[in-house]
């Protein structure tokens, strides 16, 4: 995905990510593909109701997702069907908050 995002969002500079993507390799990987930054998003084990800063939009963008029928369970058995069904689902949202009527 970063390979086609590379000459398209020349404003981008961060990419926060969930703790599985933690590690050297990752962050190489990203810093190879472009001018950005790798920032991982931990959770607070001393306190897990406290709201992190960028963790909540890592937690919301999933739970978005996940709204859609199809994408609440891993039904699909190709890796490339469902990521168009992810980016059906962010066409959805994002058509839905342009045609929302100004207040």
Known sequence: ???RVA???ARLACIV???AYAG????AAVGALGPWRLEIARRNDKDPFKVLPKRWI??????????CRRLAKDFESL???AIAFVY??????MLRRLARPAA
Do not use: S
Request: charged share 30%; proline share 0%; with cysteine.
């Open 58 to 67: 890592v937690e919301r963008t999933l739970a978005w997702i996940n709204r």
């Open 88 to 93: 059906v689902a962010m066409i959805r949202l």
């Open 24 to 27: 050297e390799a990752t962050a």
């Open 1 to 3: 995905m970063l390979t």
């Open 7 to 9: 000459g398209k969002c």
């Open 79 to 81: 890796a490339r069907t």
């Open 17 to 19: 990510a969930d703790r």
